[in-house]
Structure formats: structure tokens, C-alpha cells
């Protein structure tokens, strides 16, 4: 079986009974990860068609860890968090504020992208377990992880919490019909296989090298940025002279330590064609602009270079949450692919098909389920998107229903979609 | 309490006490703030029935040429909250904001009028970002109040930080303050011949009603007043909304001055109205306007969910607290009410405290209303409200004499809290 349809199952260590392999007839789980797993249990996966993996064949390490250079087909992330919207405290049912005022949500959707940028081609398989010490997740709380990661085109290794997988076992009514709700999760996204080879897109590229002394500001600005509702590339440093800066309308060069000789010459070919390149104040001797334009974001100098522009950092970036403003202000929105309203509690995912052509809008809600303020079965509902580019058809997906066109409605002479309430996630497939 | 029937008779008291002062010549008589004629339009949309609205509101109040003819003009909008979260699908601009349209047709008509340059200026919630930008967030174009001038430069200005200017610009109140003796504000509020204030007419949790004078909550930039804001000098962009002075839990950085009394109450509804008035003092409004044509009830901040309204109402005139008062009695307010009495119930009135610096009078009997009638197209925002349970009003008789408002049935999609 080709790894890249590998669909992975952390196999729970008390479960020795070989019958438990009937659980996954029928399921797109086709490949187990285990831990010393009986015979009996590997013998049976293998009757059943699945594959069966040692947990410690696997490399899992965390991200500062991975061996990126591995000949095995697929990286496997550790020390994720459990996506959901932060509480205050466990079991306070009190979400925590961002910096922005908008709940504070744990997604590991950023690493998942940092990871498949660094490794390009490789599968990227997420490892995280449900929170312990509190209320068991709900199954609305196993979606958001399933589409946190798939979102992204990685896939998490699916873990039952202790609950669960003690209960799955006796056939509980509860704990099947959660079951039976991750397998469909699995399965709808599965059958999406094809938006796993759609591209993540923005007009702008963050470049660093997301480790060492650049890692806080690099990976925090990845997190923040999502956060805000910036849609953006990723460009890992060691790949900016391969990487294609076609479309792009602006590069971050994040990182204090100032670019080598061959990638100024890139970054300043970008400017000098028309794009907008952001620089620390460290890197902006390397690229002197002609005359000082007016800058609208406070502690910046804006140079014209060429036919672009330079944004030259007058201060140390201290803070990724106003580094990834300014940089959003810098490109301006008014060149986002998508406007979303009333979205603030979920995470967005823009991206483009291989020919570039059709795109993809995924939102990961948040609030669905137990995950927030105990409302489970909550909708996300009223929000609204305006897609500026031309296209010719919008087609919305649900983990619950077949999917359907929707229409356009004008609103004060803008055309918007205004999307059907849904709990944990939903994905616009926008055609042109 | 002031009561619902309360707020009706006054209504009809208003319209007889109107009918003498029209009588009244412009100038004020009596001693004390002074009067200012304010004209009042019905506006049922936005699009294209504002422009020639407000027109003839100007018009009416005798004209803006001789104010802004050669001048740098300066807006303040109403763009108070988060500009991408609505309430249902409805845009942020049809209950919270300033309507696009209104701010349009202002700067179209101040053009017109010979401005040289108009700015356009808010400080967004708590945020150092381009106004453009927060604009482009809301879904507008800032570039269409561009295309809007017939000749006068339009630029934008956040105004929560020292912006494009050098320096923040000390402006003294009038007669002390109420509570601070001097308030540092961006060069902007400075750097003009002419302020105009757009506010929009709404409800408001603290000071019980927004209007053009509370629009000028936002001239103070959270660098200094914000939470956040460092203990010596004005922060560089703001790391916190405007809590210090809603709850008085620090004083500003030490370049600014402090707050004249730090034993008075810490409470938002004894500081904010203070507060308020104290910025239309010391920067008088030279043109105050008040966007009702589509609005919100219930309370913005509130924690109760914003209701959607529609009074079809424009309001206009070169007093703020004219405009104001007059705004209030269209809104089913007495602006000669204070702390205690719809809408203040929980504050102090805005109204009176700037007039007791002497800004304007907010007494009806001394205010010429041009245009339209107070009694003929009021629209009640308490009425209106919703029940708890979401259906529109508590009035058996509602319906009868109100106009707009969501049909029944139709409740509005809440917005909640924590909006700044």
C-alpha cells in the first residue's frame, strides 16, 4: 500500500484484544501505530488489510528536533497541543483573550505548514493526545483535531482519550456513536483527497529559519499572523533561492541575522519587479532604497526600490502579534484573496490548486462541541466571505451533508457568500 | 426611572415647548451656553438619498462655505469595535459605524464647499494600524472618500498615537475640566482649521446614548490613556483599549497631565461623561453630525444583544450639544435629563456636563430646528428594544406611531459582548 494513503490510528496499549480490529471494517484508518502490540493484534490488523507501525520506527520528534533530511516518507511531529479554544483555566469554561479580544485558540495548524514547507513532498503526521484531567472530549472536540491538521493536508494520528477507549471496547451506545463520528471526519476528508495537493497562498511570504535565535519571533509570527486572519506563505530560508515568488505581493525577511550575498540579490530582484519587501533594521543597509515614501505603519521606513518598494524596520521587532499587523498593514489587506466576517472564532485555510486556478476556503471552528464554554452542539453561524477575485462557482462543504452550491447575496453593493451555520468546520472549493 | 410614558409626554411637550422657540430669534436670548440652529431630515437609506439630505441640512443651518472654504478639515468617524464582527450578516456600518455613505457625502460636500484638505480620523479600538487599512477590514474602500472629493486632498489619520506628527498637541479645558485640567491628543485635532464630529445615533451601555459629542471619546489616543501605556512617556502604539479612563485604575504617563481629583469615583459612568466633555470643550466641534438612518438599540457594550433599528434620521448643525440634544429628543429622550432617567441611567449626562463648560445649551427650548419635526420623526429607541425572549418591543401599542425597527418577528442576531 503507497504511504501517501496511509490513514493512522494510535493503536490505545491496554487494547490487546485482537477482536478490537473489527472496529475499523469499512473505516478509511488503514494503518495502525503501535507500541509492542501483541502478535495476535498484528496478525489480525494484517488480516484486515492494515498496516501496522511501530510507534519507535517512527522518528517522532518535535519541531526543533525533526531530522528534515529523513529517507523515510513521512515526519511525524510531537509536543502539539490539543486544538481548541483556550480556557482560562481547565474546566473554567471561561475562554482566554488573545491579543486581538478574539478567544484564544490552540492550533497546530501552523506547525503542520512550517513542517510541509521544510519538507516538501513528505507527509506530515501530527502526534497529540486529548487533554487529560478534564471532561472528555465530545465528539464535536474530534473533529476540530482531525480538521486542524487536515486543514493543512497533515494528518493526526488519532488518539482516543482514557475514556473512550475503555468504553469503546463494551460497545457503549456514547462511545460508538464519538467513534462513529471520527471515522466519518476521517472519511470526508479522505474522500477530499485531491485539496491535499492545493498550495497554501497569500500575498505574502514569510521567510526565516524558524530555528535557533530566529525561532520565537519566526514560529510565533506563523501562529499570530494565522491568527489574525493574514493568509500567507511560508518559505523556509534555505530554500528562498528555489522558492517561486510568483504572485506574491510582498516578502518578510524575519529573521535579525542579515541575508547571504545570493538571496540579497533575490529578495532585491523581487523589489526592484514591484514587490514589497519587509526587513528588520539589522538587513536594511543591504537594501538601499531612492526616495523615502510616506509610510502609514508607525516604525517602518518606506523606500521605493525599483518599481517596489522597501519596508525598512526603524525598531527592533520585539513582538510577533505586532510584527504580523504591521506586516498585514505593510501588504494591506485590501490584497486579501478573502474578507471574512464574523470569523474570529475560527481558523481560516486559504489555497490554491496545483494549476493555480480553482481555490480552496477552509474555517475550523472552534467553538463547536465541549471544546468552548461547554456548548456542545453550538453553531458558528453568520459569517460572511467576499472572494474579490472573479470565479465562477462556490461550492460549500460540510462534514454532515453533501455539498451544495451556494449562491451570492449583495450586500451594499458587494457580493458575499453568507455561509450555512456548522459546528467544526467548513470549506468553500471556489471555482473559476 | 423615567418611564415609557414619561418619555411619550415629553414628546408631546417638546413639540409644544419647539413651536415657541421656533418663534425665538437665532441668537440666543438667555445667558449661559450657547444655542445653535440644528437641522433634522428624515433619511430612509443610505445610497443615494443622503447626499442631497445632507445638503439641504447644510442648507438649512446656514451653509459650511464660509466655514470651510480654503480650510484643512478634519472628520471624526464613529468607528467604534471590531470592524469585521457584525451582528448576523448585518454590516458593522448599518448599526455601529458611521455609514460609508454619510462620511462620503460629508467630504463630497465639503469639497464642494471649498475645503482645501479634508482628514479624515478615528482611533480605531486599540489599534495603531492605518485607517485605511481598519476601513478595508470593515469591507469599505477608503479610496472611494477619495474619488468623493471634487478637489480637496483626503488623507487618514489613526489617531490613537502620535500618527504622522512629531508631537501630541496639549489642549487645556475650558473652566478647569471635569476630570482631566488638559488632555495630549495626536497632531491631527491641531493641525485643522475645522473639527467635524459624525457621530452615530445609538444606545450606549456607560454613557447611554452615543451621539456626536461621545464620538469624541475616541480623541484621546490609548498611548497615553490606554491601558498599557507606559508609566513615563506615551507608549509608541497602544498595548490596551481605554480602560484607564473608564475605570480610573492609573493615571496617564507622567508627560501628560494627570486627572484633577484621584480620590472622585472610579466609576465609568461618574468619568466617561466627565471625560467626554471635557474633549468637546477643549476641541470645539465646528460641525456636528449625527448618522440615524440605520442604527442599534439595546445597549452597545452592554452584554445584551444589539438590536437593529432603523430611525431614518439625519441630524446636522455647528453646536454639538445642540445637535445632540436634538439628537436625544428624536431618539424618545429628554436631554434635560440627568443621572438616574432614560438614558442615563447609569451615567451622568454627557449633555449637561458640556454645557456646564459652557459648549452648548441641550435645552430644547432654546434650539431652532430646521427641517423636520422632533415630534413627526422621532423614532423611539426604548420602545423599539426587544423583549427578552427576542420579540421587538414592550409596547401593546408599538407600531402604531414608530417607523422602522425589525418587523415582528424578526429578532435581531445578537452581538454579545466584548466589543470595545
Redesign the interface.
Same mark, same amino acid.
Given at each position: 500500500m503507497a504511504d501517501t494513503v496511509l490513514v493512522p490510528f494510535r493503536w490505545p496499549a491496554a487494547w490487546t484484544d485482537a477482536k478490537l480490529i473489527s472496529l475499523f471494517e469499512g473505516s478509511p484508518i488503514n494503518c495502525l501505530v503501535a507500541s509492542g502490540a501483541s502478535p495476535a493484534v498484528v496478525g489480525a490488523a494484517g488480516k484486515a488489510g492494515l498496516t501496522v507501525l511501530e510507534w519507535g520506527s517512527l522518528d517522532a520528534a518535535p519541531l526543533a528536533k525533526v531530522n528534515w533530511n529523513t529517507a523515510a516518507p513521512r515526519i511525524m511531529l510531537t509536543d502539539l497541543v490539543w486544538p481548541r479554544v483556550k480556557l482560562a483555566a481547565p474546566g473554567a469554561g471561561q475562554a482566554q483573550?488573545g491579543p486581538?479580544?478574539?478567544p484564544w485558540i490552540d492550533s497546530n495548524s501552523w506547525v503542520a505548514r512550517l513542517a510541509a514547507a521544510r519538507a516538501s513532498g513528505k507527509q506530515v503526521w501530527l502526534d497529540f493526545e486529548p487533554p487529560k484531567g478534564e471532561a472528555p472530549p465530545d465528539e464535536g472536540a474530534y473533529r476540530v483535531a482531525i480538521a486542524d491538521a487536515a486543514a493543512t493536508g497533515a494528518r493526526w494520528v488519532v488518539q482516543l482519550d482514557d475514556q473512550l477507549s475503555k468504553a469503546l471496547p463494551s460497545g457503549n451506545a456514547d462511545a460508538l456513536k464519538t467513534w462513529r463520528g471520527i471515522l466519518a471526519t476521517l472519511a470526508f476528508f479522505e474522500k477530499q483527497s485531491a485539496w491535499r495537493a492545493y498550495v497554501h497562498q497569500g500575498p505574502l511570504a514569510i521567510v526565516s529559519t524558524f530555528a535557533g535565535d530566529n525561532e520565537y519571533m519566526g514560529t510565533e509570527l506563523l501562529n499570530l499572523a494565522a491568527r489574525n486572519?493574514m493568509v500567507y506563505r511560508i518559505i523556509d530560508r534555505s530554500r528562498v533561492l528555489s522558492a517561486d515568488l510568483t504572485g506574491l505581493r510582498g516578502v518578510l525577511w524575519v529573521d535579525n541575522d542579515p541575508p547571504a550575498a545570493g538571496i540579497v540579490a533575490r529578495l532585491a530582484a523581487f523589489a526592484r519587479g514591484g514587490g514589497l519587501l519587509i526587513v528588520p533594521a539589522t538587513a536594511a543597509p543591504l537594501f538601499k532604497g531612492e526616495r523615502v515614501l =510616506?509610510c502609514?505603519?508607525?516604525?517602518y521606513e518606506l523606500r521605493a526600490f525599483g518599481k517596489g518598494t522597501v519596508a525598512a524596520a526603524t525598531?527592533e521587532w520585539d513582538d510577533p502579534y505586532?510584527l504580523a499587523?504591521d506586516a498585514?498593514?505593510l501588504v494591506?489587506?485590501?490584497y486579501d484573496p478573502i474578507?471574512?466576517?464574523?470569523?474570529?472564532s475560527c481558523w481560516i485555510h486559504y489555497s490554491v490548486a496545483p494549476d493555480g486556478k480553482d481555490s480552496l476556503i477552509q474555517l475550523v471552528g472552534f467553538t463547536g462541541g465541549r471544546s468552548f464554554r461547554g456548548g456542545s452542539g453550538r453553531l458558528v453561524?453568520?459569517v460572511?466571505i467576499?472572494i474579490p477575485a472573479r470565479h465562477r462557482s462556490v461550492t460549500v462543504y460540510t462534514l454532515d451533508a453533501a455539498p451544495v452550491p451556494l449562491e451570492p447575496?449583495t450586500? =451594499?453593493k458587494?457580493v458575499e457568500y453568507?455561509l450555512p451555520g456548522f459546528s467544526n468546520y467548513i470549506a468553500l472549493e471556489v471555482k473559476v | 426611572m423615567t418611564t415609557n410614558i414619561d418619555r411619550r409626554s415629553f414628546l408631546a411637550n417638546a413639540a409644544g415647548a419647539l413651536a415657541g422657540a421656533v418663534l425665538l430669534p437665532r441668537a440666543a436670548k438667555s445667558q449661559g451656553a450657547p444655542a445653535s440652529p440644528v437641522a433634522l431630515s428624515r433619511c430612509t437609506s443610505y445610497g443615494a438619498e443622503v447626499l442631497p439630505a445632507l445638503r439641504k441640512m447644510f442648507d438649512q443651518i446656514g451653509g459650511i462655505g464660509s466655514l470651510v472654504k480654503g480650510k484643512t478639515v478634519a472628520i471624526k468617524a464613529n468607528m467604534t469595535g471590531d470592524p469585521d464582527i457584525r451582528a448576523g450578516f448585518i454590516p458593522i456600518e448599518r448599526m455601529t459605524f458611521t455609514h460609508p455613505d454619510v462620511l462620503g457625502a460629508t467630504v463630497h460636500l465639503l469639497s464642494l464647499a471649498g475645503a482645501s484638505r479634508i482628514r479624515i480620523l478615528e482611533s480605531p479600538w486599540k489599534s495603531a494600524e492605518p485607517l485605511e487599512e481598519y476601513m478595508i477590514l470593515a469591507g469599505w474602500e477608503p479610496n472611494d472618500f477619495i474619488r468623493a472629493s471634487t478637489g480637496a486632498k483626503v488623507e487618514f489619520e489613526n489617531t490613537n498615537f502620535l500618527g504622522r506628527g512629531k508631537q501630541y498637541h496639549r489642549f487645556t479645558v475650558p473652566k478647569g475640566g471635569h476630570l482631566f485640567p488638559a488632555y495630549d491628543l495626536n497632531h491631527s485635532y491641531y493641525d485643522c482649521d475645522v473639527f467635524v464630529s459624525i457621530g452615530k445615533m445609538k444606545e450606549h451601555a456607560t454613557a447611554g446614548i452615543t451621539l456626536a459629542i461621545k464620538n469624541c471619546f475616541g480623541n484621546i489616543p490609548c498611548t497615553i490613556y490606554g491601558d498599557g501605556a507606559p508609566q513615563d512617556e506615551p507608549g509608541l502604539v497602544p498595548r490596551g483599549g481605554r480602560n484607564p479612563i473608564h475605570a480610573g485604575n492609573r493615571q496617564p504617563p507622567k508627560s501628560s497631565p494627570p486627572e484633577k481629583d484621584p480620590a472622585s469615583p472610579r466609576d465609568a459612568g461618574y468619568r466617561i461623561p466627565r471625560c467626554i466633555a471635557d474633549i468637546v470643550a477643549m476641541r470645539p466641534v465646528d460641525l456636528a453630525i449625527i448618522d440615524g438612518i440605520e442604527s442599534m438599540n439595546n445597549g452597545e457594550n452592554s452584554g445584551r444583544p444589539e438590536n437593529y433599528v432603523k430611525p431614518h434620521l439625519l441630524v446636522a448643525g455647528r453646536n454639538v450639544v445642540c445637535v445632540d440634544a436634538v439628537g436625544a429628543a428624536a431618539m424618545g429622550f429628554d436631554p434635560m435629563a440627568d443621572r438616574g432617567h432614560a438614558p442615563f441611567e447609569r451615567a451622568d449626562s454627557t449633555l449637561r456636563l458640556a454645557e456646564e463648560l459652557g459648549v452648548g445649551t441641550r435645552d430644547l427650548k432654546r434650539i431652532e430646528v430646521a427641517g423636520a419635526k422632533i415630534r413627526e420623526v422621532a423614532f423611539d429607541f426604548r420602545m423599539s428594544r426587544p423583549n427578552a425572549d427576542g420579540t421587538p418591543g414592550g409596547w401593546p401599542d408599538r407600531g402604531a406611531g414608530q417607523r422602522g425597527g425589525r418587523a415582528p418577528g424578526q429578532s435581531a442576531p445578537g452581538r454579545g459582548q466584548g466589543r470595545g
Amino acid at each position: 500500500m503507497a504511504d501517501t494513503v496511509l490513514v493512522p490510528f494510535r493503536w490505545p496499549a491496554a487494547w490487546t484484544d485482537a477482536k478490537l480490529i473489527s472496529l475499523f471494517e469499512g473505516s478509511p484508518i488503514n494503518c495502525l501505530v503501535a507500541s509492542g502490540a501483541s502478535p495476535a493484534v498484528v496478525g489480525a490488523a494484517g488480516k484486515a488489510g492494515l498496516t501496522v507501525l511501530e510507534w519507535g520506527s517512527l522518528d517522532a520528534a518535535p519541531l526543533a528536533k525533526v531530522n528534515w533530511n529523513t529517507a523515510a516518507p513521512r515526519i511525524m511531529l510531537t509536543d502539539l497541543v490539543w486544538p481548541r479554544v483556550k480556557l482560562a483555566a481547565p474546566g473554567a469554561g471561561q475562554a482566554q483573550s488573545g491579543p486581538t479580544g478574539a478567544p484564544w485558540i490552540d492550533s497546530n495548524s501552523w506547525v503542520a505548514r512550517l513542517a510541509a514547507a521544510r519538507a516538501s513532498g513528505k507527509q506530515v503526521w501530527l502526534d497529540f493526545e486529548p487533554p487529560k484531567g478534564e471532561a472528555p472530549p465530545d465528539e464535536g472536540a474530534y473533529r476540530v483535531a482531525i480538521a486542524d491538521a487536515a486543514a493543512t493536508g497533515a494528518r493526526w494520528v488519532v488518539q482516543l482519550d482514557d475514556q473512550l477507549s475503555k468504553a469503546l471496547p463494551s460497545g457503549n451506545a456514547d462511545a460508538l456513536k464519538t467513534w462513529r463520528g471520527i471515522l466519518a471526519t476521517l472519511a470526508f476528508f479522505e474522500k477530499q483527497s485531491a485539496w491535499r495537493a492545493y498550495v497554501h497562498q497569500g500575498p505574502l511570504a514569510i521567510v526565516s529559519t524558524f530555528a535557533g535565535d530566529n525561532e520565537y519571533m519566526g514560529t510565533e509570527l506563523l501562529n499570530l499572523a494565522a491568527r489574525n486572519k493574514m493568509v500567507y506563505r511560508i518559505i523556509d530560508r534555505s530554500r528562498v533561492l528555489s522558492a517561486d515568488l510568483t504572485g506574491l505581493r510582498g516578502v518578510l525577511w524575519v529573521d535579525n541575522d542579515p541575508p547571504a550575498a545570493g538571496i540579497v540579490a533575490r529578495l532585491a530582484a523581487f523589489a526592484r519587479g514591484g514587490g514589497l519587501l519587509i526587513v528588520p533594521a539589522t538587513a536594511a543597509p543591504l537594501f538601499k532604497g531612492e526616495r523615502v515614501l =510616506d509610510c502609514p505603519v508607525a516604525g517602518y521606513e518606506l523606500r521605493a526600490f525599483g518599481k517596489g518598494t522597501v519596508a525598512a524596520a526603524t525598531r527592533e521587532w520585539d513582538d510577533p502579534y505586532f510584527l504580523a499587523l504591521d506586516a498585514h498593514n505593510l501588504v494591506s489587506r485590501r490584497y486579501d484573496p478573502i474578507r471574512v466576517f464574523n470569523g474570529s472564532s475560527c481558523w481560516i485555510h486559504y489555497s490554491v490548486a496545483p494549476d493555480g486556478k480553482d481555490s480552496l476556503i477552509q474555517l475550523v471552528g472552534f467553538t463547536g462541541g465541549r471544546s468552548f464554554r461547554g456548548g456542545s452542539g453550538r453553531l458558528v453561524d453568520d459569517v460572511a466571505i467576499r472572494i474579490p477575485a472573479r470565479h465562477r462557482s462556490v461550492t460549500v462543504y460540510t462534514l454532515d451533508a453533501a455539498p451544495v452550491p451556494l449562491e451570492p447575496v449583495t450586500v =451594499d453593493k458587494q457580493v458575499e457568500y453568507h455561509l450555512p451555520g456548522f459546528s467544526n468546520y467548513i470549506a468553500l472549493e471556489v471555482k473559476v | 426611572m423615567t418611564t415609557n410614558i414619561d418619555r411619550r409626554s415629553f414628546l408631546a411637550n417638546a413639540a409644544g415647548a419647539l413651536a415657541g422657540a421656533v418663534l425665538l430669534p437665532r441668537a440666543a436670548k438667555s445667558q449661559g451656553a450657547p444655542a445653535s440652529p440644528v437641522a433634522l431630515s428624515r433619511c430612509t437609506s443610505y445610497g443615494a438619498e443622503v447626499l442631497p439630505a445632507l445638503r439641504k441640512m447644510f442648507d438649512q443651518i446656514g451653509g459650511i462655505g464660509s466655514l470651510v472654504k480654503g480650510k484643512t478639515v478634519a472628520i471624526k468617524a464613529n468607528m467604534t469595535g471590531d470592524p469585521d464582527i457584525r451582528a448576523g450578516f448585518i454590516p458593522i456600518e448599518r448599526m455601529t459605524f458611521t455609514h460609508p455613505d454619510v462620511l462620503g457625502a460629508t467630504v463630497h460636500l465639503l469639497s464642494l464647499a471649498g475645503a482645501s484638505r479634508i482628514r479624515i480620523l478615528e482611533s480605531p479600538w486599540k489599534s495603531a494600524e492605518p485607517l485605511e487599512e481598519y476601513m478595508i477590514l470593515a469591507g469599505w474602500e477608503p479610496n472611494d472618500f477619495i474619488r468623493a472629493s471634487t478637489g480637496a486632498k483626503v488623507e487618514f489619520e489613526n489617531t490613537n498615537f502620535l500618527g504622522r506628527g512629531k508631537q501630541y498637541h496639549r489642549f487645556t479645558v475650558p473652566k478647569g475640566g471635569h476630570l482631566f485640567p488638559a488632555y495630549d491628543l495626536n497632531h491631527s485635532y491641531y493641525d485643522c482649521d475645522v473639527f467635524v464630529s459624525i457621530g452615530k445615533m445609538k444606545e450606549h451601555a456607560t454613557a447611554g446614548i452615543t451621539l456626536a459629542i461621545k464620538n469624541c471619546f475616541g480623541n484621546i489616543p490609548c498611548t497615553i490613556y490606554g491601558d498599557g501605556a507606559p508609566q513615563d512617556e506615551p507608549g509608541l502604539v497602544p498595548r490596551g483599549g481605554r480602560n484607564p479612563i473608564h475605570a480610573g485604575n492609573r493615571q496617564p504617563p507622567k508627560s501628560s497631565p494627570p486627572e484633577k481629583d484621584p480620590a472622585s469615583p472610579r466609576d465609568a459612568g461618574y468619568r466617561i461623561p466627565r471625560c467626554i466633555a471635557d474633549i468637546v470643550a477643549m476641541r470645539p466641534v465646528d460641525l456636528a453630525i449625527i448618522d440615524g438612518i440605520e442604527s442599534m438599540n439595546n445597549g452597545e457594550n452592554s452584554g445584551r444583544p444589539e438590536n437593529y433599528v432603523k430611525p431614518h434620521l439625519l441630524v446636522a448643525g455647528r453646536n454639538v450639544v445642540c445637535v445632540d440634544a436634538v439628537g436625544a429628543a428624536a431618539m424618545g429622550f429628554d436631554p434635560m435629563a440627568d443621572r438616574g432617567h432614560a438614558p442615563f441611567e447609569r451615567a451622568d449626562s454627557t449633555l449637561r456636563l458640556a454645557e456646564e463648560l459652557g459648549v452648548g445649551t441641550r435645552d430644547l427650548k432654546r434650539i431652532e430646528v430646521a427641517g423636520a419635526k422632533i415630534r413627526e420623526v422621532a423614532f423611539d429607541f426604548r420602545m423599539s428594544r426587544p423583549n427578552a425572549d427576542g420579540t421587538p418591543g414592550g409596547w401593546p401599542d408599538r407600531g402604531a406611531g414608530q417607523r422602522g425597527g425589525r418587523a415582528p418577528g424578526q429578532s435581531a442576531p445578537g452581538r454579545g459582548q466584548g466589543r470595545g
